[in-house]
């Protein structure tokens, strides 16, 4: 069992950046993959990135280019940054990690981008 927390969301403006984090209640070392997906509000959810141990990364054709994940294995950590935000980036933010084939999910962070 992992238990996953968020932090980071908010409020920007177009064009700004927010960095959000994720801390696991243990070792992420062997957690593989985590990262993020987002739903905005009358969309289903969509992955927007992941990560796994070695840094190996994909990213959602959306958010290439101006969001990066990274992990932090001694701070059990994953974290997201965002640049060039735009309105459509307005969602909230999930974190998820696979451990053994179990998903485990954060209780999310709302980001919200205005025009």
């Known amino acids: 069992q992992v238990q996953l927390v968020e932090s980071g969301g908010g409020l920007v403006q177009a064009g700004g950046s927010l960095r959000l984090s994720c801390a696991a209640s243990?070792?992420?070392?062997?957690?593989?993959?985590m990262g993020w997906y987002r739903q905005a509000p009358g969309k289903q959810r969509e992955l927007v990135t992941a990560i796994v141990s070695g840094s190996s990364t994909n990213y959602a054709d959306s958010v290439k280019g101006r969001f990066t994940i990274s992990r932090d294995n001694a701070k059990n950590t994953v974290y997201l940054q965002m640049s060039s935000l735009k309105p459509e980036d307005t969602a909230v933010y999930y974190c998820?990690?696979?451990?053994?084939?179990?998903?485990?999910w954060g209780q999310g962070t709302q980001v919200t981008v205005s025009s």
């Open positions: 998820y990690a696979n451990l053994y084939g179990i998903v485990h």
């Open positions: 243990g070792s992420i070392s062997s957690i593989n993959p």
